[in-house]
């Protein structure tokens, strides 16, 4: 497990060097992480074909409930990582022979990766949640173009604002939720919510932590934005009137990367959290 290291030698957060090893990590463990993505990327898969069939004849409520398995899915593919990063636990489990320590070991090895799974699942229910006050509706949208236009608006007519003060209070509490996202690495590795929090909090790592997150999406982005580029071109693909099928393949390709940046920012950050902890052998905490 781990547990905090000596407040005498405690090291830095280097965001740079810490997306380098999530990149590293996934360059380097490309075959066990294909292993790894098969399933949860297949969920997915399937779960984005539902949403994208049933079309705007599903509430946001409902896709939330659809998605919901591929939720579970990416929670063990990436509590999976967080284990063979940090104890270098392979799945399926290799056993060292000694039945009363194999027991221990998948005992403690399976709380965690349950953990981390509930708590992801639970951390992205919620996002949706505040992500459904973000949302406007086409009625708001037309209210607000015409006050951008410099018009009044008719008569009996009201404006929600709420969706804009909500991103307006989150981006300014960024500092505090953004590190909260991140509560599986801590549920995976065997460490205390309040340790994991506490050490961001002190050591003021939440902006260098949101810094390594843009350092490990941005090339995805830049690498989807260019192939999918190529795609649209290769295919005569119409952007403004897709298929289902083009639409269904984009949403795919999009989706793979998602997982790609989770397994990426995931180690990154457990990466550069692990420095503030270290290991001890045993199950218990």
């Given at each position: 497990?781990?547990?905090?290291?000596?407040?005498?030698?405690?090291?830095?957060?280097?965001?740079?060097?810490?997306?380098?090893?999530?990149?590293?990590?996934?360059?380097?463990?490309?075959?066990?992480?294909?292993?790894?993505?098969?399933?949860?990327?297949?969920?997915?898969?399937?779960?984005?074909?539902?949403?994208?069939?049933?079309?705007?004849?599903?509430?946001?409520?409902?896709?939330?409930?659809?998605?919901?398995?591929?939720?579970?899915?990416?929670?063990?593919?990436?509590?999976?990582?967080?284990?063979?990063?940090?104890?270098?636990?392979?799945?399926?489990?290799?056993?060292?022979?000694?039945?009363?320590?194999?027991?221990?070991?998948?005992?403690?090895?399976?709380?965690?990766?349950?953990?981390?799974?509930?708590?992801?699942?639970?951390?992205?229910?919620?996002?949706?949640?505040?992500?459904?006050?973000?949302?406007?509706?086409p009625e708001d949208f037309e209210l607000l173009a015409t006050l951008s236009n410099?018009e009044e608006l008719p008569t009996g007519a009201d404006v929600s604002y709420t969706?804009?003060?909500?991103?307006?209070?989150?981006?300014?509490?960024?500092?505090?939720?953004?590190?909260?996202?991140?509560?599986?690495?801590?549920?995976?590795?065997?460490?205390?919510?309040?340790?994991?929090?506490?050490?961001?909090?002190?050591?003021?790592?939440?902006?260098?932590?949101?810094?390594?997150?843009?350092?490990?999406?941005?090339?995805?982005?830049?690498?989807?934005?260019?192939?999918?580029?190529?795609?649209?071109?290769?295919?005569?693909?119409?952007?403004?009137?897709k298929s289902m099928a083009e639409t269904i393949f984009l949403d795919s390709i999009?989706?793979?990367?998602?997982?790609?940046?989770?397994?990426?920012?995931?180690?990154?950050?457990?990466?550069?959290?692990?420095?503030?902890?270290?290991?001890?052998?045993?199950?218990?905490?």
């Open positions: 497990m781990l547990q905090h290291s000596s407040q005498d030698n405690q090291p830095k957060f280097d965001m740079v060097e810490s997306s380098g090893v999530g990149y590293h990590y996934l360059y380097h463990e490309r075959e066990y992480l294909l292993k790894l993505i098969a399933l949860p990327f297949l969920i997915k898969f399937l779960t984005t074909l539902m949403l994208t069939l049933f079309g705007a004849n599903i509430s946001y409520f409902s896709a939330s409930l659809v998605i919901m398995p591929s939720l579970f899915a990416e929670g063990w593919l990436l509590a999976q990582v967080i284990r063979s990063f940090a104890f270098n636990e392979r799945w399926p489990m290799m056993l060292s022979g000694e039945t009363d320590a194999d027991k221990a070991k998948l005992r403690n090895r399976q709380t965690c990766i349950i953990a981390a799974i509930v708590t992801y699942v639970l951390i992205h229910m919620i996002f949706y949640a505040v992500q459904s006050t973000l949302m406007i509706s410099g969706p804009i003060l909500v991103a307006l209070a989150l981006v300014f509490t960024m500092i505090f939720w953004f590190p909260l996202i991140w509560f599986y690495i801590p549920a995976a590795a065997n460490i205390y919510f309040k340790d994991f929090y506490l050490t961001i909090v002190k050591q003021r790592m939440a902006l260098r932590i949101i810094g390594c997150y843009i350092i490990c999406l941005i090339p995805f982005l830049a690498g989807l934005a260019i192939f999918s580029n190529v795609i649209v071109t290769a295919f005569s693909i119409d952007l403004t009137n999009s989706q793979f990367i998602s997982l790609l940046v989770g397994i990426v920012s995931t180690v990154a950050i457990t990466s550069g959290i692990s420095q503030f902890f270290e290991r001890k052998t045993g199950t218990e905490k």
